[in-house]
């Protein structure tokens, strides 16, 4: 899931204000805040697989035990297939703080082609759809509307990402790709994170276990430690892009754990 190079350069999302024509991609570099973030994919093929048995999960629960047992706050970027497939993994994470709830379109299909091969949005209709498909998704299923959209892949133009913010939600990408998909060795994924993560970092992971994402939760259990020994602080997407970048220096933060 790289970024394709096509999307407008990042800027900040000022805290309480409507969201902007433009991509987020990282937070304010001044403190050592990161937001580790994980996207729930699921194409319609996929869901097809699952509920015929030809899939037996597309979730790895053990990613979201590890988050929970080490306290670690992540973002869930979820698709509105993978919502209906798991509504009470859904509703669990959506009721436990430490987890914020985001979109990531209905069937995670392609806004701009090439795209990893995925089947593409017909329209801006279509693409209009997607957001708020999934958002009404994962609305009823959790009671969250989420403030958050995810392009599948990454994949997006310009126009998309102002379409995405004239429905009210907010684009954002990472600047840290974990290259977990199709992985099947946790060393490369930790590899990959520790090399791209610095303050301020969005980085992208994934939910579904393998086969589609194989060496995420062993990764997982490296990557947590080795981060926060360097001295980064896991926060949300929000509490990370919402930060005032004139506020109280990194030192003086207050830990996402207060009591
Ligand atoms: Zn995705």
């Known amino acids: 899931m790289l970024p394709t190079g096509s999307v407008p350069e990042p800027t900040l999302f000022p805290g309480g204000e409507p969201p902007t024509g433009s991509l987020i991609t990282h937070g304010p570099r001044d403190r050592p805040r990161i937001a580790l973030t994980f996207d729930a994919d699921m194409t319609r ?30 973002t869930i970027f979820l698709t509105g297939l993978w919502t209906q497939s798991y509504p009470d993994v859904v509703r669990s994470m959506a009721a436990d703080p430490l987890f914020e709830i985001a979109n990531h379109s209905v069937d ?5 082609l090439p795209c990893f091969r995925l089947t593409p949005v017909a329209s801006s209709a279509a693409k209009r759809a997607e957001v708020r498909d999934a958002a009404a998704e994962i609305q009823s299923v959790s009671g969250i509307s989420p403030r958050y959209f995810r392009f599948p892949g990454g ?7 102002k379409l995405v913010a004239s429905e009210g939600e907010q684009p954002v990408g990472w600047d840290a790709t974990s290259g977990d998909a199709f992985q099947s060795d946790p060393r490369a994924v930790v590899a990959n994170v520790l090399r791209q993560t610095q303050p301020g970092s969005i980085i992208v992971m994934h939910l579904m276990g393998p086969p589609n994402a194989p060496a995420t939760s062993r990764a997982l259990v490296q990557i947590l430690p080795r981060l926060r ?10 509490m990370l892009v919402d930060a005032n970048p004139s506020g109280p220096p990194s030192s003086t933060a207050v830990p996402s754990e207060a009591p």
């Not at 996929?46 to 988050?67: F, H, K, N, Q």
């Not at 994949?155 to 990402?161: E, K, L, Q, R, T």
């Not at 020994?229 to 929000?238: I, N, Y």
């Open 108 to 112: 995670h299909a392609a806004w701009k």
């Open 45 to 74: 093929a996929v869901y097809a697989a699952l509920r015929t048995g030809r899939a037996r999960t597309w979730y790895d629960p053990s990613i979201v035990d590890e988050l929970r047992a080490t306290h670690t706050p992540a």
């Open 155 to 161: 994949c997006a133009g310009p126009n998309d990402v």
């Open 229 to 238: 020994q360097r001295g980064f602080q896991f926060v949300t997407l929000s």
